[in-house]
T-cell receptor, first 116, second 114 residues
């Protein structure tokens, strides 16, 4: 069975400091991995994805994520946090194999709080 | 602007009412999705449509009835809902079902059941 875990309900960082939001996954076969962000009263916005190739992927708003196959992780990172990065972040996984219905499995979300 | 528009943004209804949620996408996508987002719970996939055919129904109660008249429009018809159905309902679309392309989400309809 496919699953995604975001072990932290909330991450607190000071503005200007690096941030990491953790994600681990379980899927049989190769995964497609995604990060989304949700601001209050808005839908989910796509940040970045890993499909294949370079393990470090760069996305919107200066975010990046590192795919680690041995640790089955896909942590979201940013070198210098902004107060405006405060939001709810979701990791999602999809099995890349054939016969896939396109179903995305989402983690439970991590609230990022960046303090001035 | 995400290219996926949901109306209404907020809806308050009684348990005996009938209402519909609407979703429209302007991205030329072939697949559309309904999700339920409740507080303190993971996002729940409700329905998936690909090329206007329903391809997934995740054990959703029959008081929720989806309709996809064409690849740009998706509806969720509601009747005799329960208080536990109060949630944010999100619509999404993607280029193809099962592709490596991301899903694009609307801003949701906040539904409150009295």
């Amino acid at each position: 069975a496919q699953s995604v875990a975001q072990p932290e309900d909330q991450v607190n960082v000071a503005e200007g400091n690096p941030l990491t939001v953790k994600c681990t996954y379980s899927v049989s076969g190769n995964p497609y991995l995604f990060w989304y962000v949700q601001y209050p009263n808005r839908g989910l916005q796509f940040l970045l994805k890993y499909i294949t190739g370079d393990n470090l992927v760069k996305g919107s708003y200066g975010f990046e994520a590192e795919f680690n196959k041995s640790q089955t992780s896909f942590h979201l990172k940013k070198p210098s946090a902004l107060v405006s990065d405060s939001a709810l972040y979701f990791c999602a996984v999809r099995y890349a194999g054939s016969g896939n219905t396109g179903k995305l499995i989402f983690g439970q979300g991590t609230t990022l709080q960046v303090k001035p | 602007e995400t290219g996926v528009t949901q109306t209404p943004r907020h809806l308050v209804m009684g348990m005996t009412n009938k209402k519909s949620l609407k979703c429209e996408q302007h991205l030329g996508h072939n697949a559309m999705y309904w999700y339920k987002q409740s507080a303190k719970k993971p996002l729940e996939l409700m329905f998936v449509y690909s090329l206007e055919e329903r391809v997934e129904n995740n054990s959703v109660p029959s008081r929720f009835s989806p309709e996809c008249p064409n690849s740009s429009h998706l509806f969720l018809h509601l009747h005799t809902l329960q208080p536990e159905d109060s949630a944010l309902y999100l619509c999404a679309s993607s280029q193809e079902q099962g592709s490596n392309q991301p899903q694009h989400f609307g801003d949701g309809t906040r539904l409150s059941i009295l």
